[in-house]
């Protein structure tokens, strides 16, 4: 077998259809549009997101509002309850809760939050 002898199975292609080339082709007159109406004009057709006349969902769900402030800074929040894992008089780091597994990057700045009890000292830094 040749590369000039390959052929596709039959069935495999079809012919292009080619519409408004009279009757005898099957798709003449019309030309696969139907009969007048909006749908059949050169250009017709309905803009998108157009429902006929029903208010559309577009219109129908509320505007976001407001906006997202781009120097947002993002905090690392502990509260004081999970400080009462550490040792007592122990020194309080962000290393330190980093490797605890209380927070989750040294990037940001920490704030430690009132929920919770503390039952000894320790300090922080």
Same mark, same amino acid.
């Given at each position: 077998?040749?590369?000039?002898?390959?052929?596709?199975?039959?069935? =495999?292609?079809?012919? =292009?259809?080619?519409?408004?080339? &009279?009757?005898?082709? &099957?798709? &003449? /007159?019309?030309?696969?549009?139907?009969?007048?109406?909006? @749908? *059949?004009?050169? &250009?017709?057709?309905?803009?998108?997101?157009?429902?006929?006349?029903?208010?559309?969902?577009?219109?129908?769900?509320? #505007?976001?509002?407001? %906006? /997202? +402030?781009? %120097?947002?800074?993002?905090?690392?929040?502990?509260?004081?309850?999970?400080?009462?894992? %550490?040792?007592?008089?122990?020194?309080? +780091? /962000?290393?330190?809760? $980093? @490797? =605890?597994?209380?927070?989750? *990057? $040294?990037?940001?700045? /920490? @704030?430690? $939050?009132?929920?919770?009890?503390?039952?000894? *000292? *320790?300090?922080? #830094?």
């Amino acid at each position: 077998m040749r590369q000039n002898e390959l052929r596709p199975p039959l069935g =495999a292609k079809h012919k =292009a259809k080619r519409v408004g080339r &009279g009757d005898g082709s &099957g798709h &003449g /007159t019309y030309s696969g549009r139907g009969c007048k109406g909006q @749908k *059949s004009r050169s &250009g017709g057709g309905v803009r998108l997101g157009f429902e006929g006349g029903q208010l559309p969902l577009i219109k129908r769900l509320p #505007r976001k509002r407001g %906006f /997202t +402030n781009i %120097f947002r800074i993002k905090y690392n929040i502990i509260n004081v309850g999970k400080l009462d894992g %550490f040792s007592p008089g122990s020194e309080i +780091n /962000t290393e330190e809760l $980093l @490797k =605890a597994g209380l927070i989750k *990057s $040294l990037g940001r700045p /920490t @704030k430690i $939050l009132g929920d919770g009890d503390i039952h000894h *000292s *320790s300090s922080g #830094r």
